[in-house]
């Protein structure tokens, strides 16, 4: 079958699938979910890996997907994932993973055997008091140990995303470049986003990247080709050390938002499909999974959600709605 690019109203093609495999996660950290309260979904609510794939597999096979990644929730949590990587290494694409790290230590190497390519590894702080306190568990030294596992797994690039939070830690910016640096992973410093669970989120925690960017800079000189650091499809405008050391990144998703050449849609622990993380609408793909639907009926409906995806979101604009879902509920 020829693949056809999948081209939303805004002419931008879509090639890139992001995957949450549970709404469930072993830490609570502050500025993506309350530590009681969440419900979770029942177990046969989420998508089996054999639906997973199916989905996938209509991306690449149709629409040419070239790069997925699967997310949470906590994506490890989730019983036999080598099984669903190795699925979704066969389609041949880009295979990616968010996750906290803590159990990395023993799982990175079966999961790069069983085709995982790239990891993204969120640490939000070096300090073990400090990390404790923001993700409610004394588990720092686990995510360092699962980053260096997965340096020593073959993973590539390895990534570090840390969410940066007035008050809470952005006094550790520079301590998180020199750990890049050093340990030669990729920091991508996010803005927070108006999605947490527990409803705390202001404009005045969030740090702009311009900020970030500067205090590095200052610090480290920077090289930001075409004068504003280089953005591609990717949401991270990313920069390079003049002194060889690496790259960094910023994703600033509040205060320079990328929407313009975004190429992702999202599907959810329970089968939602999403246009864009802030979204207010949902396709149901679980009902036509499972309501007996072709591969035909399933191809329409990702092609009618992508032919309503909107220019952007609004975070900021008085008509800015906050979709009634959480990061963790969507699949960040
Ligand atoms: N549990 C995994 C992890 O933490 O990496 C994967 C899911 S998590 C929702 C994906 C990414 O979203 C993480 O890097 C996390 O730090 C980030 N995140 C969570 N809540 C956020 C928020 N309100 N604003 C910005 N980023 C957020
Ligand atoms: Fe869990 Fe990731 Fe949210 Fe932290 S950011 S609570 S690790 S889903």
Same mark, same amino acid.
């Given at each position: 079958?020829?693949?056809?690019?999948?081209?939303?109203?805004?002419?931008?093609?879509?090639?890139?699938?992001?995957?949450?495999?549970?709404?469930?996660?072993?830490?609570?950290?502050?500025?993506?979910?309350?530590?009681?309260?969440?419900?979770?979904?029942?177990?046969?609510?989420?998508?089996?890996?054999?639906?997973?794939?199916?989905?996938?597999?209509?991306?690449?096979?149709?629409?040419?997907?070239?790069?997925?990644?699967?997310?949470?929730?906590?994506?490890?949590?989730?019983?036999?994932? $080598?099984?669903?990587?190795?699925?979704?290494? !066969? &389609?041949?694409?880009?295979?990616?993973?968010?996750?906290?790290?803590?159990?990395?230590?023993?799982?990175?190497?079966?999961?790069?055997?069983?085709?995982?390519?790239?990891?993204?590894?969120?640490?939000?702080? &070096?300090?073990?008091?400090?990390?404790?306190?923001?993700?409610?568990?004394?588990?720092?030294?686990?995510?360092?140990?699962?980053?260096?596992?997965?340096?020593?797994?073959?993973?590539? $690039?390895?990534?570090?995303?840390?969410?940066?939070?007035?008050?809470?830690?952005?006094?550790?910016? &520079?301590?998180?470049?020199?750990?890049?640096?050093?340990?030669?992973?990729?920091?991508?410093?996010?803005?927070?986003?108006?999605?947490?669970?527990?409803?705390?989120?202001?404009?005045?925690?969030?740090?702009?990247?311009? !900020?970030?960017?500067?205090?590095?800079?200052?610090?480290?000189? &920077?090289?930001?080709?075409?004068?504003?650091?280089?953005?591609?499809?990717? $949401?991270? !405008?990313?920069?390079?050390?003049?002194?060889?050391?690496?790259?960094?990144?910023?994703?600033?998703?509040?205060?320079?938002?990328?929407? !313009?050449?975004?190429?992702?849609?999202?599907?959810?622990?329970?089968?939602?499909?999403?246009?864009?993380?802030?979204?207010?609408?949902?396709?149901?793909?679980?009902?036509?999974?499972?309501?007996?639907?072709?591969?035909?009926?399933?191809?329409?409906?990702?092609?009618?959600?992508?032919?309503?995806?909107?220019?952007?979101?609004?975070?900021?604009?008085?008509?800015?709605?906050? $979709?009634?879902?959480?990061?963790?509920?969507?699949?960040?």
């Amino acid at each position: 079958m020829v693949a056809t690019a999948l081209l939303d109203p805004y002419n931008r093609t879509v090639r890139d699938l992001r995957i949450s495999i549970t709404d469930r996660c072993n830490f609570r950290c502050t500025y993506c979910m309350p530590e009681e309260g969440m419900k979770w979904l029942p177990r046969d609510e989420l998508l089996t890996y054999e639906e997973l794939t199916r989905v996938a597999r209509i991306c690449v096979e149709r629409f040419g997907f070239e790069s997925i990644r699967i997310t949470g929730g906590e994506p490890t949590v989730r019983a036999h994932l $080598p099984v669903l990587i190795r699925h979704l290494a !066969e &389609l041949g694409v880009d295979l990616a993973m968010t996750t906290n790290g803590a159990t990395l230590s023993h799982q990175a190497a079966e999961l790069a055997r069983s085709g995982l390519r790239r990891i993204n590894i969120s640490c939000d702080s &070096l300090r073990p008091d400090r990390f404790a306190a923001i993700t409610c568990r004394d588990a720092l030294g686990a995510v360092l140990a699962g980053i260096d596992a997965s340096l020593a797994a073959g993973l590539d $690039p390895v990534k570090v995303n840390c969410v940066v939070v007035r008050g809470l830690n952005d006094d550790e910016i &520079l301590d998180f470049a020199a750990f890049g640096r050093a340990k030669g992973v990729e920091l991508r410093f996010i803005e927070w986003m108006p999605l947490d669970g527990g409803g705390q989120w202001n404009m005045g925690q969030v740090v702009p990247a311009t !900020e970030i960017v500067a205090a590095i800079d200052a610090e480290w000189p &920077l090289v930001a080709p075409g004068g504003g650091g280089v953005r591609d499809s990717a $949401p991270a !405008e990313s920069y390079t050390y003049a002194d060889g050391a690496g790259r960094v990144g910023v994703i600033a998703s509040v205060t320079r938002p990328f929407c !313009e050449s975004c190429d992702r849609i999202r599907v959810t622990a329970e089968g939602q499909l999403r246009n864009c993380l802030f979204s207010v609408r949902e396709t149901d793909l679980r009902g036509i999974l499972r309501g007996g639907g072709t591969d035909d009926d399933l191809a329409s409906a990702i092609e009618a959600e992508v032919g309503r995806k909107w220019a952007g979101h609004s975070i900021g604009q008085v008509h800015f709605t906050r $979709p009634a879902r959480s990061m963790s509920q969507i699949g960040g």
